[in-house]
């Protein structure tokens, strides 16, 4: 194993960040690790990068003690904190060369590592820009090179796509596959359930300061039961009256949504459920706006094992 | 890797920071003349120095030693900015010594204050500043300056750190001023109330901006007291006092990084 948590405790003035973290994590995966504001998953990573002492319980990355051997663990790390950590004011490869540098490499494998890099993560155009003239992706892109010097045995990635436009987060996730495809294991911790979906083979759900949760995404997903099929109902309709005849008729109740102005039925069976869905429909007389047949959103995973409000969830 | 070759690393970081933004060193050394200048021919005539002497003769040192002052506001800023960033954290992740990321600091401010003092020495030829000693006073006299500078380094490394919020910083800016005046940098203690010229005298600024006049042989503006006897050994032991004091307290909120 790469990466072995057991019982991490941290204690921030009154607030217990780590409250009892187990974690084991293969090597050369990409494994979630998921949870709201708060639930530890920065102290997590801080601590298992050595840059905090914990107050309790063992971790070994990459093989070492972080508590003994920090120094073994740090040569073996790369870590991608939350607020992009390059330097703003010099340019991206001037950074990169800087990074190998402070990683011990000589000048002259600083540069030749910076150009690849440069390369790999599709900077080379931007490279001698002031990374203060990047957009957040490209910030994102530099900070996971930074990080991926030596290419480390274990890269810490502290939510890298908060903040990014869609089209800059396909970015980032697609950096994130080149590192773990050259081998190297990703911890990412994110609070986007469906990042973790796109790219953890397994995921931790993480509230309170432990894991309350841990397994590959599609069991996740299976322990929240059955698929559902959403039912838009046009605007004129009224919410309340609609949910309680569908309900009737379907026999199991509807979970609204004011702002969607839909309602979602768990049903067994994906192809059963959708025709009694529709059966009801027809038997009442109403006319949908939409009608969607899905598995469940790791959100409703997320929200089930954590029972957290659903406004913390995204 | 040895902290002094990933500080020599960070010193480079540093420096290249004005190279790519030189209008932030090039606007303080413009601060430290535009004083100069200021004093020296707006305020100047008002001023007698006790004892006799030209006006800008004995202002230089004195410039010359607030500049080193001054300096403390950069280190504590740059030091507080990268704090907060999140930079320091990813310096801290890295496998280099502890004392790295002063090191850096310490190297590249050093060499920006080295280039300060031989600018304000070149401008004070220019408006009549001479120096009537011999070289190696000379060359001492300037070594104490640096001395002085190095311990404000480590004043600004522990605030930098402990502080790591922009109020800080301000405070900082701010309470440089009243430091600044308070002392014989500008006019001589002796022309002060008693109590107020008592404390100017024991501020550890005047004890630096005393003896680099002594050593420069420019008038001191002292006929009196403590800096009239031991101005050098005082620039010698203030900063030596203060190294004392702030570099354990630089090295202990590092640690405390660590939560």
């Known amino acids: ?314 | 890797m040895t902290a002094v070759r990933a500080g020599w690393v960070l010193t480079q970081r540093n420096l290249a920071h004005w190279a790519r933004q030189p209008w932030t060193p090039i606007f303080g050394l413009m601060f430290s003349i535009m004083l100069l200048l200021v004093f020296g021919f707006l305020f100047g005539g008002a001023i007698s120095v006790p004892g006799g002497g030209d006006y800008i003769t004995f202002l230089l040192p004195g410039m010359l030693a607030l500049s080193m002052m001054f300096g403390v506001e950069s280190t504590a800023t740059a030091m507080a900015a990268d704090a907060r960033k999140g930079i320091t954290d990813r310096f801290r992740s890295l496998p280099i010594g502890s004392a790295s990321v002063a090191l850096g600091r310490v190297g590249a401010d050093m060499a920006n204050s080295t280039v300060e003092l031989l600018v304000l020495l070149a401008g004070g030829l220019l408006i009549g500043w001479r120096i009537t000693s011999d070289p190696a006073s000379a060359v001492l006299a300037v070594l104490l300056l640096l001395l002085f500078r190095f311990a404000m380094l480590w004043i600004g490394i522990f605030v930098g750190l402990s502080f790591r919020g922009e109020g800080a910083t301000m405070a900082v800016q701010v309470l440089v001023w009243p430091i600044g005046f308070l002392s014989t940098a500008i006019v001589s203690a002796e022309t002060m109330p008693g109590w107020l010229g008592a404390i100017a005298a024991w501020n550890p600024l005047s004890a630096t901006a005393s003896a680099t006049r002594e050593l420069f042989g420019n008038p001191t503006g002292i006929t009196e007291g403590p800096l009239a006897d031991a101005a050098v050994w005082l620039a010698l032991g203030w900063p030596l006092l203060l190294t004392a004091i702030f570099l354990p307290l630089s090295a202990r909120a590092y640690r405390r990084l660590r939560g």
Do not use: C
Not at chain 1, 182 to 203: P, S
Not at chain 1, 227 to 233: A, K, L, N, Q
């Open chain 1, 1 to 314: 194993m790469n990466l072995v948590a057991d019982g991490l405790r941290k204690k921030y003035g009154d607030v217990q960040a780590l409250d009892g973290f187990d974690l084991t994590v293969a090597p050369g995966v990409i494994h979630g690790l998921l949870g709201p504001n708060g639930a530890g998953k920065t102290t997590a990573v801080k601590a298992l990068a050595t840059l905090i002492d914990v107050d309790g319980g063992t971790a070994r990355v990459a093989g070492f003690d972080i508590r003994n051997q920090a120094s073994q663990v740090r040569r073996r790390i790369g870590l991608v904190g939350q607020n992009a950590a390059v330097d703003e004011i010099l340019g991206g490869r001037q950074n990169l060369v800087m990074f190998g540098r402070l990683y011990g490499l000589s000048a002259v494998d600083a540069r030749s590592r910076a150009d690849r890099l440069l390369d790999m993560f599709g900077l080379v155009e931007a490279a001698d820009r002031a990374v203060s003239t990047y957009s957040g992706g490209m910030r994102r892109r530099l900070d996971i090179a930074a990080g991926f010097i030596l290419t480390p045995a274990v890269l810490f990635l502290d939510e890298p796509t908060t903040g990014l436009d869609p089209r800059a987060r396909n970015e980032v996730w697609a950096s994130v596959r080149e590192v773990a495809a050259a081998g190297t294991t990703v911890l990412l911790t994110t609070q986007y359930l469906d990042e973790a979906d796109q790219l953890a083979a397994r995921i931790s759900v993480m509230n309170h300061g432990r894991v309350v949760a841990d397994d590959t995404p599609a069991v996740l997903k299976r322990q929240i039961g059955g698929d559902r099929v959403t039912v838009t109902i046009a605007a004129g309709e009224s919410l309340d009256q609609v949910a309680e005849r569908l309900g009737a008729a379907i026999g199991i109740p509807a979970v609204p949504d004011l702002e969607a102005h839909s309602l979602t039925f768990e049903v067994g069976s994906g192809v059963a459920g959708l025709s009694a869905v529709v059966r009801a429909l027809d038997e009442s007389g109403i006319t949908p706006d939409d009608l969607v047949l899905r598995r469940p959103t790791l959100d409703e995973v997320f929200l089930t094992l954590t029972a957290a409000p659903k406004e913390t969830a995204r």
